[in-house]
């Protein structure tokens, strides 16, 4: 079961460059999250999602845009890259059922690692 | 909106010793999250705590959750190096789906 997976791993990107993250979940779960989280910092959420084709802001959305088009992915869009963007970035997926506790943690990828030079 | 804060945030300890991380947050929250994460990996969910006075528990590691405080503990007892990591907590609450992180706990267990 491969859960939430992210690509790429790493990137390096040049100041206003573009680019799309990647994440795709196969557990069927409605909810989708982006995360990002700087050096030493905790995570702060930049978009979700409740299902396909409704998105919402998190506390960080500034530089970043979202879609939803399938139950799957959730592609996060960078556009004009800046050096204020390097970091860690998370996806992060849940269930919308909620019969018992565990049903309603979130399940997140291995991450993107993003430099922007 | 909901703020959650968590201390201490860095946490030298002794293997043997018992400790107890502190996550504060700001509003009613529905649910409580606790989540370990290694040093280059992603996260992973330890508790989930639903209700006052919830307590769960997981090897030497114990979760409880005060709602009228507004108040989670994540209790460790006799320590071992493997525990290592960093640990945050999460707070969510009902009709927005969205999960707010503490700034984590960076935990050392030293032999």
């Known amino acids: 079961n491969a859960g939430v997976t992210q690509t790429p791993k790493f990137r390096i990107l040049k100041i206003g460059q573009s680019m799309t993250l990647q994440c795709t979940q196969d557990?069927?779960?409605?909810?989708m999250y982006w995360y990002r989280q700087d050096p030493g910092m905790g995570l702060k959420l930049i978009y979700y999602s409740v299902g396909a084709g409704i998105t919402d802001k998190g506390e960080v959305p500034n530089g970043y845009n979202v879609s939803r088009s399938t139950t799957e992915d959730f592609p996060l869009r960078l556009e004009l890259a800046a050096p204020s963007q390097t970091s860690v970035y998370f996806c992060a997926s849940r269930s919308r059922t909620e019969q018992g506790a565990r049903r309603t943690e979130a399940f997140f990828g291995q991450g993107t690692r993003l430099t922007v030079v | 909106e909901l703020k959650v804060e968590q201390n201490p945030l860095f946490l030298s300890m002794q293997e043997g010793k018992n400790y107890t991380i502190y996550c504060n947050y700001s509003?009613?929250?529905?649910?409580l999250y606790w989540y370990r994460q290694d040093p280059g990996k992603s996260l992973e969910s330890l508790f989930v705590l639903l209700s006052n006075g919830a307590v769960k528990q997981e090897g030497r590691l114990m979760a409880s959750l005060d709602t009228k405080a507004r108040l989670s503990t994540l209790h460790i007892t006799a320590a071992v190096h493997d525990l290592s990591a960093t640990y945050f907590c999460?707070?969510?609450?009902?009709?927005?789906?969205?999960?707010?992180f503490g700034t984590g706990t960076r935990l050392k267990v030293l032999a």
């Open positions: 999460a707070g969510s609450y009902s009709g927005t789906y969205k999960y707010i």
């Open positions: 557990m069927n779960h409605n909810y």
């Open positions: 509003t009613t929250s529905d649910r």
